[in-house]
């Protein structure tokens, strides 16, 4: 019985972040209310409350919830074996289509910005996502596809930086410009970076990635929003 009713609040738990998810992938912080979450939920405002103080407290939850499911992502794409440099590549455009396609990941990184400085929440998962962006950097220059003398840390900060930049100019309901925008800054960075001989396989794995990345995501965009 006890298990049964651990399930059936753990069940509660995920449908109330799945939900404020979907409100906060939209809708800036401070317009979302309890009682649109609440709605969205289809739970009573009693079960929210059990499980979350406040709607920071369940903002905190739903990037720390998903900081959790993205390191497995992570895993997944580590055991493919891969290059260091392909490795880091995929990584970015599996951050892309998520945060296109994913409500969990689009939220996160909303609320990342908007109430990072928070408790220092965003510094933790910022700092994260470039250290683990820096040991496959570090590979890459072990491989030789990188230089010698490139900062494993500053290409990390670099390409965090520029997907973080992007999804602030671009609107990632338009995901074949905000992936084309991405792509080109990419490939504006690698002479920076990667040694010549492997410059143009490294941008054409690029192209061939993004391309995949457009194809997936064209189902996504808004009805009205392509070409006539």
Not at 167 to 179: A, E, G, S
């Amino acid at each position: 019985m006890t298990e049964q009713l651990d399930r059936r609040a753990e069940l509660t738990r995920l449908q109330i972040l799945q939900a404020a998810a979907r409100q906060f992938a939209h809708t800036p912080y401070n317009l979302v209310s309890l009682d649109d979450i609440l709605a969205d939920a289809t739970v009573t405002k009693g079960a929210l409350y059990f499980h979350f103080r406040s709607k920071h407290a369940l903002a905190v939850s739903i990037v720390e919830y998903r900081t959790a499911l993205a390191h497995q992502s992570v895993e997944d794409i580590l055991a493919r074996n891969l290059s260091g440099a392909e490795t880091l590549f995929d990584l970015c455009c599996l951050v892309a289509a998520e945060d296109i396609g994913n409500p969990m990941a689009r939220a996160c990184l909303n609320l990342v910005e908007s109430i990072g400085r928070t408790d220092g929440l965003g510094a933790r998962v910022l700092d994260s996502w470039v250290r683990g962006y820096a040991d496959v950097a570090k590979r890459a220059i072990g491989e030789g596809d990188f230089t010698t003398e490139t900062d494993p840390e500053a290409v990390s900060r670099l390409l965090v930086s520029t997907h973080l930049g992007t999804r602030q100019i671009r609107d990632l309901d338009d995901p074949v410009q905000f992936l084309t925008d991405l792509e080109h800054s990419w490939r504006l960075a690698l002479p920076g970076f990667v040694v010549p001989p492997r410059l143009g396989y490294l941008e054409q794995f690029i192209r061939r990635r993004t391309a995949v990345g457009i194809k997936k995501a064209a189902p996504l965009r808004p009805h009205g929003s392509g070409e006539t």
